[in-house]
């Protein structure tokens, strides 16, 4: 067998469907688009979320409560999961991300009091719980702003 003998097996490729080329291709005239109406015309179709003129969904279910725009994205990182960084070393939001315990468009990173931390570390740029600054500066690290 050679490159030039290869061929998709019998039967697995259809030819496309040219619409509109005539009477004799039984799809001429109207194109497979029926007679008149909003989908028979170009650029015709309804918009997403249109339901025949039925309420839409969107519009049938209640809303509720006060969804506010500019809250802030706020990323969760507990000081036990600090604790895989090595002693002495300055943590921010790109050596987070590397890490894998960010991702994603956040505005903020929180950390937590949630675990035990044993090596001592410089946080930059990041909020603070009370019970994490606590586990940290008693164990010998700090925190920038």
């Known amino acids: ?7 998709p ?10 619409v509109g080329r005539g009477p004799g291709s039984g799809m001429g005239k109207t194109s ?4 008149k109406g909003l989908k028979a015309r170009s650029g015709g179709s309804v918009r997403p979320g249109f339901e025949g003129g ?12 006060f969804k506010n725009i ?19 070393m300055v943590i921010d939001e790109l050596v987070l991300r590397n890490m894998g315990l960010v991702k994603g468009s956040i505005d903020k990173i929180k ?4 675990g035990e931390v044993t090596k ?5 740029n990041c909020l603070v719980s009370k ?3 606590e586990k940290i500066e008693t164990a010998g690290g700090n925190i920038e702003q």
């Open 32 to 35: 497979t688009r029926g007679h």
């Open 120 to 124: 001592s570390f410089s946080l930059k």
């Open 54 to 65: 039925q309420m839409p969904l969107h519009r049938r279910l209640p809303k509720r409560g």
């Open 131 to 133: 019970t994490a600054r």
């Open 1 to 7: 067998m050679n490159l030039h003998e290869l061929a």
């Open 111 to 114: 950390i937590l009091g949630n």
């Open 9 to 18: 097996a019998e039967g697995s490729r259809h030819k496309r469907k040219r």
């Open 70 to 88: 500019h809250r802030a994205a706020i990323a969760i990182v507990n000081v036990a999961d600090l604790d895989r960084f090595e002693s002495g």
